[in-house]
């Protein structure tokens, strides 16, 4: 159980953090009296979002901070921008992410589910990792999804252009974030910074709103009322980010605030590293600019 007030004096960002699990996740967080930082692509709608979180949270400390991370630029632009806040980062939160019924393609010309879900939390975490390593003990926060249990990353055909699904490019977008975190873990041992990836649960959000599947069109409003509310979806990002129960702990997947198994391919050691390496490349980052 994530005690009172333990997150005072710690700064933790929050991507996604205007509506949904991150927005309930950032009440959370600053509820336990941490500074927020949360992100969102709409000024004004990010700054309504702050107004909430304080009020709701009774804590003052909520900055905002706005990119289409779908971007890569936007990314940077948005770490430096964390940066130069942030004398001090704690935890990072990945939450950002969503799931399009049909193909698009970014600016930097990559298809959009892989590049926001995946690529986005991968750059932005390397570029904030030395600040993060610096605030040791620190948390990377990931936030995945039940559906990396059917998620194949097929690495001959990354940005779905030989044949595209909504439901195949966000699974393996999420099963990429397991990877990622386990990987990460691996390359942070010794740091003082953790890694952890969840499942929130099946929330009722704005998930699947923008780019309507017959899923959430005809299903959602049935399904809505046994969907858990966005405070319940984010008791397991809560937890991971500030419980002293999971200090130390690196590089598994919860559900539920327990750990659990994720999908075996997830433990393919030689396939996360060369998911790191493609992620990299794709993302500009040199080797060295990696941990
Ligand atoms: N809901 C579920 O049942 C469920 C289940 C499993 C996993 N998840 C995962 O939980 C995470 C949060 O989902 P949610 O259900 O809370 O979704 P949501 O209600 O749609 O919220 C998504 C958040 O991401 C932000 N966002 C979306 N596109 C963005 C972009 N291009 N650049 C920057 N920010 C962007 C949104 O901010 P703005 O719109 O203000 O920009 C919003 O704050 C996702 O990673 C999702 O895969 C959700």
Same mark, same amino acid.
């Given at each position: ?20 699990? *991150? ?6 967080? =600053?509820?336990? *009296? ?16 702050? &107004? ?8 003052? %400390?909520?900055?905002?901070?706005? #990119? ?10 948005? =770490? ?20 399009? %019924? ?12 892989? @590049? ?24 990377? /926060? ?8 059917? *998620? ?19 699974? &393996?977008?999420?099963?990429?974030? /397991? ?15 953790? =890694?952890?990836?969840?499942?929130? *649960? ?10 309507? #599947? ?26 991971? @980010?500030?419980? &002293? ?9 919860? /559900? ?6 994720? %999908? ?5 050691? &030689? #396939? #996360? ?9 794709? @993302? ?8």
């Amino acid at each position: 159980m994530a005690d009172t007030r333990r997150m005072t004096g710690r700064n933790v960002l929050v991507t996604g953090g205007t509506a949904g699990i *991150g927005k309930a996740t950032a009440v959370g967080l =600053a509820a336990l *009296g941490a500074w927020v930082g949360i992100t969102g692509r709409d000024r004004i709608r990010a700054e309504a979002a702050a &107004a909430d979180i304080r009020a709701a949270s009774g804590n003052p %400390a909520v900055e905002v901070f706005t #990119a289409d991370m779908s971007a890569q630029a936007e990314v940077r632009r948005l =770490a430096g921008e964390i940066l130069d806040a942030c004398p001090r980062l704690d935890v990072l939160v990945n939450n950002v992410g969503g799931f399009w %019924a049909h193909r698009h393609v970014t600016v930097d010309g990559l298809e959009h589910t892989f @590049a926001l879900n995946h690529l986005a939390p991968f750059l932005l975490t390397n570029l904030l990792l030395d600040r993060l390593t610096a605030s040791a003990p620190a948390r990377v /926060v990931t936030v995945s999804s039940g559906a990396q249990a059917n *998620g194949r990353v097929d690495f001959n055909d990354l940005q779905g252009s030989a044949r595209y699904s909504g439901q195949r490019a966000y699974s &393996a977008s999420k099963l990429a974030n /397991v990877m990622f975190t386990y990987e990460l873990a691996r390359r942070l041992q010794g740091t003082g910074v953790t =890694a952890t990836v969840l499942h929130p *649960g099946v929330v009722a959000t704005n998930f699947g709103t923008g780019d309507q #599947a017959a899923f959430f069109t005809v299903l959602r409003p049935l399904v809505r009322p046994f969907m858990k509310s966005p405070t319940a979806g984010a008791a397991t990002p809560i937890y991971l @980010a500030s419980s &002293a129960e999971v200090e130390g702990v690196t590089g598994r997947y919860f /559900v539920n605030r327990k750990p659990k198994a994720s %999908a075996k391919a997830s433990y393919d050691t &030689a #396939a #996360a590293a060369r998911l790191w390496k493609v992620s990299a490349d794709l @993302a500009g980052l040199t080797a060295d600019r990696t941990h």
